[in-house]
């Protein structure tokens, strides 16, 4: 008779706590019976810190640490935070990862101090290593010889790699990752929050739009997130403005050092047919999502490296436009079926594609129709297909035998 496989116990190992890890890692407790314990390097998120790109102080209004195992790692660096490689510095990451003794290490992402050390601990005492990232090469490239190189040697050290898309799939295949060591885990969000059935969401919705002075017939689009330039909130305001349709309305949610530009350049549009509208936190996001029709992210390239609002957006029934360069574009937004899609390199496609859309979002058979298809294509990417995805690679390890 086989003995019983053993338990593994995972450490994983991850820069701060946020909205989007911290429910997943909650329902896997619940959901599975995998012993876990997450090892965090920073506490921004559950203190008030002052973020440079949304130019104001904050902490998230959700619950991000109960209902798992977590632990916070001292940090020690002078400037702490993940905008640099000593930003995120803990010396003692090595004996608490030995103290705990985990049979498994998952690493989220390698740009850091600590996360370098903790693979450097994990593969001196033979521990299966795991990574999660989601880089591309969209809208830059193949880096040079030597990043590659480098960039081979570093992936090889991981028994498994969990990609969380078809562009971050390419993007560790040419780094050399072997089609048996990739695991699709994709990036999922916590829809439980993102739900339109919820009533609250959608009273709260009605209120922002009655606010706002705009009526049931106006087709709302909606940006929502850090108003810096790689997200181009300039270029779409520009599109929107060359429109000139007095029956739509674009709404900006955000802060951020592009802010004033924008606000100068919205005096040329048609009155009542830009708004502003400060930072929400994320119990505010559903209401401010469920009042768009059109929620658009026309980011460059590798600065989004997915685009996890997309989630958000669809799980609430929203359609996205969303540039060729945004990580989740082949997963998640296909053109005329769950959204419109623009090429980055032409600028003249961001104003034909928002026309489009709203043309399309004006006729409710093309709204339905679309609709449909986000309900669809958004089922496939929940915290249940994420954790598939991750308990395929534990099985991995050592053949699917565990023991």
């Known amino acids: 008779m086989k003995p019983p496989p053993?338990?593994?116990?995972?450490?994983?190992?991850l820069s701060h706590p946020t909205q989007y890890y911290s429910p997943w890692f909650r329902w896997l407790r619940a959901h599975t019976a995998l012993e876990f314990r997450v090892f965090y390097l920073w506490n921004f998120g559950v203190t008030t810190q002052r973020d440079p790109q949304f130019q104001a102080a904050f902490k998230w209004d959700v619950d991000l640490l109960s209902g798992y195992d977590s632990e916070f790692v001292p940090n020690t660096a002078v400037d702490p935070g993940t905008h640099h490689f000593w930003g995120l510095r803990n010396p003692s990451l090595p004996a608490r990862l030995a103290a705990w003794r985990p049979s498994a290490v998952l690493v989220f992402g390698y740009k850091w101090w600590s996360h370098l050390r903790a693979i450097g601990w994990a593969r001196r005492h033979r521990v299966p290593l795991l990574f999660r990232g989601d880089s591309h090469f969209l809208g830059r490239g193949k880096?040079?010889?030597?990043?590659?190189?480098?960039?081979?040697?570093?992936?090889?050290?991981?028994?498994?790699?969990l990609a969380v898309g078809a562009a971050n799939r390419d993007y560790f295949s040419a780094l050399g990752v072997p089609d048996r060591k990739l695991f699709f885990a994709p990036h999922s969000v916590n829809h439980e929050l993102f739900d339109s059935a919820v009533a609250a969401h959608r009273t709260?919705?009605?209120?922002?739009?009655?606010g706002l002075g705009l009526t049931p017939e106006t087709r709302v689009v909606l940006f929502a997130g850090k108003l810096v330039s790689a997200k181009q909130p300039?270029?779409?305001?520009?599109?929107?403005?060359?429109?000139?349709?007095?029956?739509?309305?674009?709404?900006?949610?955000?802060?951020?050092?592009?802010?004033?530009?924008?606000?100068?350049?919205?005096?040329?549009?048609?009155?009542?047919?830009?708004?502003f509208l400060p930072f929400a936190n994320q119990s505010e996001m559903p209401a401010r999502l469920l009042l768009a029709d059109?929620?658009?992210?026309?980011?460059?390239?590798?600065?989004?490296?997915?685009?996890?609002?997309v989630n958000e957006?669809?799980?609430?029934?929203?359609?996205?436009?969303?540039?060729?360069?945004?990580?989740?574009?082949?997963?998640?937004?296909s053109d005329g079926e769950t959204g419109w899609v623009f090429r980055a390199s032409d600028e003249t496609q961001l104003p034909v594609k928002l026309a489009a859309a709203l043309t399309a979002l004006a006729d409710p058979v093309g709204r339905a129709r679309i609709r449909a298809?986000?309900?669809?294509?958004?089922?496939?990417?929940?915290?249940?297909?994420?954790t598939a995805g991750l308990m395929a690679a534990l099985e991995s390890l050592t053949g699917g035998a565990r023991r």
């Open 6 to 13: 053993v338990p593994l116990r995972v450490a994983v190992v």
């Open 313 to 333: 957006a669809m799980h609430l029934g929203v359609p996205c436009l969303v540039s060729d360069l945004v990580g989740c574009q082949r997963d998640l937004v």
């Open 234 to 275: 300039r270029e779409l305001l520009a599109a929107f403005l060359a429109l000139r349709r007095a029956d739509a309305a674009l709404v900006f949610v955000g802060d951020g050092p592009e802010q004033p530009a924008l606000a100068a350049l919205a005096q040329t549009a048609l009155p009542g047919t830009v708004h």
């Open 143 to 161: 880096p040079g010889l030597g990043v590659r190189l480098a960039l081979r040697a570093l992936y090889a050290q991981f028994a498994a790699v």
């Open 373 to 386: 298809g986000v309900s669809r294509r958004i089922a496939g990417y929940t915290y249940a297909q994420t």
């Open 294 to 309: 059109l929620f658009a992210l026309p980011s460059r390239g590798f600065y989004e490296t997915w685009g996890l609002a």
């Open 204 to 210: 709260a919705a009605l209120a922002l739009r009655a």
